[in-house]
């Protein structure tokens, strides 16, 4: 009996017959007894592994709710060695994209977003209170409201599906379309975030994902390239324009859009998939008002 418990994992039911036989004055079987003590280990590893993953699980939440980048680094490391769902460890990487870093960042890159982060918080008004704004985007229109298409895509047998797309953080962002085979209702600069219901945001590799799902009339669903422009005061002086580029460039890379000063330093445009621009729409007017408070 206590062999057959043993063989079926039922650590209680092993006991209970070792401890019935030896009641009983039955001989003690070494082995059957170290096939029990091996079993008895093998759940106490087990329960230990539920509870690092319990506690790893507990930890990635309450670190993806705040804004400590090292924390949550380290939130998500352990929960990649403990396996924990993908569906868990993909929301907080999201949640560390959004504060402009990567689960691969080193802790001296975070520092430095942390730094940067800081001293645009500094330049507000005295007491602490945010300056009101002097810069400020136009308002939201055309296709940052659109809504978000579906389409088919063509892919022929010789020439493929006559497209290029670039793999970013909010999926595959289209470059160029060819005429052959052609791709009805698809344009350059839309931003493609499934393909066959497999989501392409926030993924280390969107391209792979892409590539395998990609066939003659797959559903796709796409968000379209949205720009938008804010003017630059003509009476603003003083302006250390060095420093702004050199913001506005690091912005862009933190929030992977495109933000520019035209040549003539009249305006801003910020550019890119419809949601990484709003994503980043609010922030950047916070870094302007910096340079062009009222």
Known sequence: RARA???????????????DAKALGGSQDEELLASVEALRDAKKA???????????????????????????QAAIAEAKTQALPELDVAGAEAALKSLGMDASATPEEADERKRRLEARK?????????????????????????????????????TGAGMDALPTWYGMVVEDIEDTPGQPGLRAGDC????????????????????ENLSDGVEVTVEPHCE???????????????????DVEQ??????????????RSCVTLSGPQSAV?????????????????
Do not use: H
């Open 5 to 19: 418990a043993v063989a079926a994992g039922n650590l209680s039911g092993a006991e209970l017959a070792v401890q």
């Open 46 to 72: 087990k329960a230990a592994k539920e509870a690092a993953r319990a506690a790893a699980a507990k930890e990635l939440a309450a670190a993806a709710k705040g804004q400590d980048i090292g924390r949550l």
């Open 122 to 158: 500094a330049k507000k008004a005295p007491g602490g209170e945010a300056a009101p704004k002097g810069f400020v985007f136009d308002p939201p229109a055309g296709a940052e409201l659109d809504g978000v298409r579906t389409l088919k895509l063509r892919v022929d047998l010789e």
């Open 192 to 211: 493609i975030t499934s393909i066959a219901g497999m989501p392409l945001r926030e993924m280390d590799d969107c391209e792979g994902v892409f590539s």
């Open 228 to 246: 938008v422009r804010g003017r630059l005061p003509t009476s603003a002086t003083g302006i250390d324009w060095t420093t702004l580029l050199l």
């Open 251 to 264: 912005f862009a890379s933190d929030y992977q859009v495109t933000l520019s000063v035209a040549k003539d």
């Open 278 to 294: 709003a994503a980043a729409r609010d922030a950047a007017t916070e870094l302007l008002v910096c340079y062009f408070p009222p």
